[in-house]
């Protein structure tokens, strides 16, 4: 394949991570690239299995699974979904909420796993999504185990609001991120999506930050009354997985 069709191919597939499920025509707009060209580019990466169709009209494209694995196996040997998922499954049990892992790409994570609760009423991200750093328990737990040159680089950046109850003073996040680290995890209460909270905790590998782990689902349900309960768990549950990947028991 030629350089300029391998550079096209990614720009296409970056450009669906961002907005999935989009159409044709909007992804064309955003790669500058003939509808022609972006669908051709579509066909190929739906061949190889990285993205697929969705089953409505008009057809929108979207990540698969194959992406996710492959964000998993980024820092090479063993992944870290495979060393996560056996300590997840023990914590959704142990909380009966949804669970996520996410990992960092940019100045944003991306959900690679998710375990559901069996609750109808739950919280839900469909895996590949970009999550914003200041505005979830993952991102907060994230940034409380980078540097502080990090953090001040991030705040020095326009933030966003996903929702009302998003907080973006600098100020106040950078009070909220000194508390993480010395409680040990995070709290987010509807800062990423109405009505959901979440408890989160970072995993530090032998070279620093590299995931964060937490507990979400309706406020209702996950009351402040379970905050310390559900962040300890979360908290013990990342340490855990930080240990194997450090290759400590």
């Given at each position: 394949m030629a350089t300029e069709s391998v550079v096209s191919a990614f720009r296409v597939l970056e450009a669906v991570a961002e907005a999935q499920p989009v159409g044709l025509s909007e992804l064309a707009r955003t790669v500058g690239l003939p509808k022609s060209t972006v669908q051709r580019v579509l066909l190929t990466l739906q061949e190889v299995g990285w993205l697929r169709p969705t089953e409505t009209t008009p057809t929108r494209w979207q990540l698969t699974y194959r992406v996710v694995a492959v964000v998993g196996r980024a820092a090479g040997g063993e992944s870290l979904r495979d060393i996560a998922v056996p300590v997840m499954n023990e914590l959704q049990l142990a909380t009966t909420e949804t669970i996520h892992l996410a990992a960092?790409?940019?100045?944003?994570?991306?959900?690679?796993?998710?375990?559901?609760?069996?609750?109808?009423?739950r919280a839900f991200l469909?895996?590949?999504?970009?999550?914003?750093?200041?505005?979830?328990?993952?991102?907060?737990?994230?940034?409380?185990?980078?540097?502080?040159?990090?953090?001040?680089?991030?705040?020095?950046?326009?933030?966003?609001?996903?929702?009302?109850?998003?907080?973006?003073?600098?100020?106040?996040?950078?009070?909220?991120?000194?508390?993480?680290?010395?409680?040990?995890?995070?709290?987010?209460?509807?800062?990423?999506?109405?009505?959901?909270?979440?408890?989160?905790?970072?995993?530090?590998?032998?070279?620093?930050?590299?995931?964060?782990?937490?507990?979400?689902?309706?406020?209702?349900?996950?009351?402040?009354?379970?905050?310390?309960?559900?962040?300890?768990?979360?908290?013990?549950?990342?340490?855990?997985?930080?240990?194997?990947?450090?290759?400590?028991?």
């Open positions: 960092p790409d940019g100045d944003s994570l991306v959900l690679v796993e998710r375990l559901d609760t069996s609750h109808r009423l469909p895996l590949g999504e970009r999550i914003v750093l200041h505005a979830s328990a993952t991102g907060l737990a994230y940034l409380s185990a980078r540097g502080q040159g990090y953090l001040d680089d991030y705040l020095a950046r326009p933030l966003s609001a996903p929702t009302p109850d998003t907080i973006t003073d600098p100020d106040r996040i950078r009070t909220v991120v000194n508390e993480v680290r010395e409680r040990g995890y995070s709290k987010n209460i509807g800062g990423l999506s109405l009505g959901i909270s979440s408890l989160g905790a970072p995993i530090v590998g032998p070279s620093g930050a590299v995931a964060a782990l937490s507990v979400s689902g309706p406020s209702s349900r996950i009351t402040e009354d379970r905050f310390d309960e559900l962040g300890t768990q979360v908290r013990d549950a990342a340490a855990r997985i930080s240990r194997a990947l450090r290759g400590e028991r």
